[in-house]
């Protein structure tokens, strides 16, 4: 297993669908910080996902392209929806890069970044959040991918902050130590 977490499952699932990547070193980011905290965590492509039996809290990560989830995220939520609704469950979503902070009160931009869908779909399985983590972009081989990076000044590709990606993971954590404690 590439990231040398158990077989059999830890307390924690970290998923994610990414297409090109950043959403995957988010989703590490998360995995390594909840580890840090001592919770046995395991990391796997959405994709490759065929239970969260063994799991006590699964995160689920997304990015997000025109105002969806990618298609792989969404059906685990679906597809183990009785179960998730059984389990601590947090969502993740990424994409946001160019300039200009991130407005999530404007109902507009908070419907491109949180896809009402996942949004319903969350609150119907009882997710403690939904967080919205700052994006990458590079310009890649892809035509589009280099045609959406020229117009994006070079220091605001990579909008990911990975303070604050530690610090949610970190309420994440805190909230399930003091469910194991309690």
Same mark, same amino acid.
């Given at each position: 297993?590439?990231?040398?977490?158990?077989?059999?499952?830890?307390?924690?699932?970290?998923?994610?669908?990414?297409? #090109?990547?950043?959403?995957?070193?988010?989703?590490?980011?998360?995995?390594?910080? &909840?580890?840090?905290?001592?919770?046995?965590? %395991?990391?796997? *492509?959405?994709?490759?996902?065929?239970?969260?039996?063994?799991?006590?809290?699964?995160?689920?990560?997304?990015?997000?392209?025109?105002?969806?989830?990618?298609?792989?995220?969404?059906?685990?939520?679906?597809?183990?929806?009785?179960?998730?609704?059984?389990?601590?469950?947090?969502?993740?979503?990424?994409?946001?890069?160019? *300039?200009?902070?991130?407005?999530?009160?404007?109902?507009?931009?908070?419907?491109?970044?949180?896809?009402?869908?996942v949004v319903r779909l969350g609150e119907a399985l009882g997710? #403690? %959040?939904?967080?919205?983590?700052?994006?990458?972009?590079?310009?890649?081989?892809c035509f589009l991918r280099r045609k959406m990076a020229e117009?994006?000044?070079? *220091? &605001?590709? %990579?909008?990911?902050?990975?303070?604050?990606?530690?610090?949610?993971?970190?309420?994440?954590?805190?909230?399930?130590?003091?469910?194991?404690?309690?």
């Amino acid at each position: 297993m590439r990231d040398g977490s158990r077989p059999d499952g830890g307390d924690v699932l970290v998923a994610y669908a990414s297409k #090109h990547g950043a959403t995957a070193e988010i989703a590490e980011a998360v995995a390594d910080a &909840l580890r840090a905290r001592g919770l046995a965590v %395991d990391l796997r *492509e959405a994709g490759a996902v065929r239970s969260v039996e063994p799991y006590r809290a699964v995160v689920v990560g997304s990015a997000v392209y025109l105002g969806r989830w990618r298609r792989e995220a969404l059906t685990l939520l679906r597809r183990h929806r009785r179960a998730l609704a059984e389990r601590d469950l947090w969502l993740f979503s990424s994409g946001p890069v160019g *300039e200009g902070s991130v407005d999530l009160d404007d109902p507009k931009v908070a419907r491109l970044l949180r896809p009402p869908k996942v949004v319903r779909l969350g609150e119907a399985l009882g997710a #403690h %959040d939904h967080a919205v983590h700052g994006g990458a972009i590079d310009e890649g081989r892809c035509f589009l991918r280099r045609k959406m990076a020229e117009g994006i000044a070079p *220091e &605001l590709r %990579d909008r990911r902050d990975w303070g604050e990606i530690r610090a949610w993971a970190g309420q994440v954590a805190d909230a399930l130590t003091a469910a194991r404690s309690g």
